[in-house]
């Protein structure tokens, strides 16, 4: 049974730094790209993130210079390192495994249950 854990999120001041993780099981997922999404109240899930088998990354406009993602092969981990948060980065963050560097998605598509990132005095 393929399943994705994330966590990290919670409660930061803008202008901080947060360090979200991914552990997921169940399969080998070597050969697969992975990435982060988040969905704010009342939008539509977005790509924050992604990053190919062989660390081609992309990443959304919004985020570049301030998150970066990286990933260990052998611990079927992705990371999100976040920093200088601002207000509008608070939604809710969830792990991607199977879908590409454009957020399309593939044969494998599996998400994890998400994690809080609120950005708030």
């Known amino acids: 049974q393929v399943q994705l854990v994330e966590s990290g999120g919670g409660l930061v001041q803008p202008g901080g730094s947060l360090r979200l993780s991914c552990v997921a099981s169940?399969?080998?997922?070597?050969?697969?790209?992975m990435g982060w999404y988040r969905q704010a109240p009342e939008k539509q899930r977005e790509l924050v993130a992604a990053?190919?088998?062989?660390?081609?990354?992309n990443y959304a406009e919004s985020v570049k210079g301030r998150f970066t993602i990286s990933r260990s092969i052998s611990k079927n981990m992705v990371y999100l390192q976040m920093n200088n948060l601002k207000p509008e980065d608070t939604a809710v963050y969830y792990c991607?495994?199977?879908?590409?560097?454009?957020?399309?998605?593939?044969?494998?598509?599996?998400w994890g249950q998400g994690t809080q990132v609120t950005v708030s005095n």
């Open positions: 990053i190919s088998s062989t660390d081609s990354t």
């Open positions: 991607n495994v199977g879908r590409d560097l454009t957020g399309r998605a593939h044969w494998v598509d599996y």
């Open positions: 169940g399969s080998d997922f070597r050969n697969y790209a």
